[in-house]
């Protein structure tokens, strides 16, 4: 295998106007991805016609996109953290054990551990998409609707880890997640369900309108309750980085949700959002003891290393088979067409310095975002100091406008404000958000993917069942549920 595109991306890359480029790129991204619902998606959209008109060429242009991308998903971290305010999709599961961590007064170790995760979940993606991509590609064209059916059943197997002490919650959260994506225009017949005539809910409920209802709105009742009833503790501030015994707890977790994250963001359609739902669920239901969903650093770091690597695994489908693997991936792939160039397995050895330069852009932007955001971690975490008089309007200004500015409506708005009551009075009956958040998030793809399946097949169940990839998710997904179970009984009776 020749690496000679990649020593000429590395120079394409170093170029001092490149870099420059890059710099200015991770900072935009970061501040792209720590507002609500903006994203690396709308981030690049806007950057995308500035640098065409600007007249950069289109190597320094994939450099500045790439850099906002990952500097987005960075940044993403910091209101999921610091605010329970996820800046994204991908971020959602950050703030499950995050949010607690920062309220302990552990903000600055929470984000420290997020950034060192993201570097190591984007490097060694990074690494594995140099030495696996051809391969990858080929994997990602076998999924199809079946596959990607049974590959949600796995997801929903690793949600199993999340029952803990309240099952039934779980369950009813799971549920009331999976009831919510029934709402609009249904994907195989067009017709439209549960709209109760409301023109607003043809398109359904926007994931960001739901998670920042759930989330941030539900939050900031739950600050101002509190305020009222006088039990509201302030934060103090404990060390800001991160022990090395913290470190080193976290570095299977680390290894782990990289190669799971990788191969999922391979796949084209599932994205950062169920690589870090899939690497969550699987470390709880490895290393819980009670501590996940309070705190705990490596339900963290989990997610990080998982939506940072996905981030990475989505390029390997866009750029040997011309199929984005998400939907930033698609502007990127526009990006390439508005500059008349063809992604493929032949741009590698045409066009090193497009391919190799956007390569190479991988590794230095994950430098200059630990370089950059690690020195910035006892700034961030000041925000958790503010009185509640300037915190909660802030917070909720903040959520407004996103939730205003990425669907132009006032109706999403008010749609985030009942959410979010709803989700106040679910937490206040002591229910997690996290099982509605995935329920929604899988139950999309699993309905669509699903209904495909059977249309291909005529209807016939036995499609699920059929290819080597479909058997090896469904004992997966049996393996999952059964083990722990099966190693539980046993040690019992050992004990007994």
């Not at 060192?116 to 999924?143: D, E, K, N, Y």
């Amino acid at each position: 295998m020749s690496f000679d595109y990649l020593f000429t991306g590395f120079g394409v890359a170093l170029a001092w106007q490149n870099l420059l480029i890059g710099i200015a790129g991770c900072f935009l991204g970061t501040l792209i991805g720590a507002l609500p619902a903006v994203g690396p998606i709308n981030g690049i959209a806007i950057l995308l016609p500035i640098a065409y008109t600007a007249g950069l060429p289109p190597e320094s242009t994939l450099i500045l996109l790439s850099c906002v991308y990952f500097g987005a998903e960075y940044g993403g971290r910091i209101s999921s953290i610091l605010l329970n305010v996820p800046g994204d999709a991908s971020a959602v599961m950050t703030a499950i054990d995050g949010y607690p961590a920062a309220r302990a007064g552990r903000g600055g170790q929470a984000l420290v551990i997020s950034a060192i995760a993201s570097f190591c979940g984007g490097v060694t993606s990074s690494l594995l998409f140099v030495f696996f991509a051809p391969l990858l590609g080929l994997l990602a064209i076998r999924f199809g609707p079946a596959e990607y059916f049974v590959l949600m059943m796995f997801a929903f197997a690793t949600l199993a880890s999340m029952v803990g002490e309240k099952p039934v919650k779980t369950l009813i959260g799971c549920v009331l997640g999976l009831l919510l994506t029934t709402i609009g225009l249904d994907p195989t017949s067009g017709a439209y369900r549960f709209t109760f005539h409301q023109p607003e809910l043809h398109d359904g409920i926007e994931f960001i309108v739901l998670v920042i209802g759930l989330f941030s709105i539900s939050e900031i009742l739950l600050l101002l309750e509190h305020q009222i009833s006088g039990s509201f503790k302030p934060v103090e501030l404990k060390r800001g980085f991160p022990s090395w015994a913290d470190i080193r707890s976290c570095i299977p977790s680390i290894i782990r949700s990289i190669g799971s994250g990788f191969v999922i963001g391979v796949l084209p359609g599932t994205g950062a959002s169920v690589a870090s739902a899939v690497a969550y669920t699987t470390e709880k239901r490895l290393l819980d003891k009670g501590t996940f969903g309070k705190g705990d650093l490596r339900g963290v770091a989990a997610p990080e290393a998982a939506n940072n690597s996905a981030a990475t695994g989505a390029f390997v489908p866009m750029l040997t088979l011309g199929v984005p693997g998400s939907g930033t991936t698609a502007v990127m792939l526009g990006a390439l067409m508005l500059y008349s160039i063809t992604p493929g397995p032949q741009l590698f050895v045409e066009r090193p310095e497009i391919v190799g330069g956007l390569i190479a852009s991988f590794f230095v932007a994950n430098a200059l975002l630990l370089i950059m955001n690690i020195p910035l971690i006892q700034v961030f975490v000041r925000l958790l100091t503010l009185p509640n008089w300037v915190l909660v309007p802030a917070i909720l200004i903040l959520s407004i406008l996103g939730v205003y500015s990425a669907y132009s409506s006032i109706t999403s708005v008010l749609l985030m404000i009942g959410i979010g009551v709803g989700g106040w009075m679910l937490r206040k009956l002591g229910f997690d958000m996290a099982p509605v958040i995935l329920g929604f998030v899988l139950g999309h793809l699993m309905e669509t993917n699903l209904r495909n399946a059977l249309a291909i097949s005529g209807g016939e169940p036995q499609i699920l069942f059929k290819s080597t990839v479909s058997i090896t998710l469904w004992v997966m997904a049996a393996a999952i549920l059964v083990l722990p179970w099966w190693v539980k009984r046993r040690a019992d009776r050992r004990n007994g």
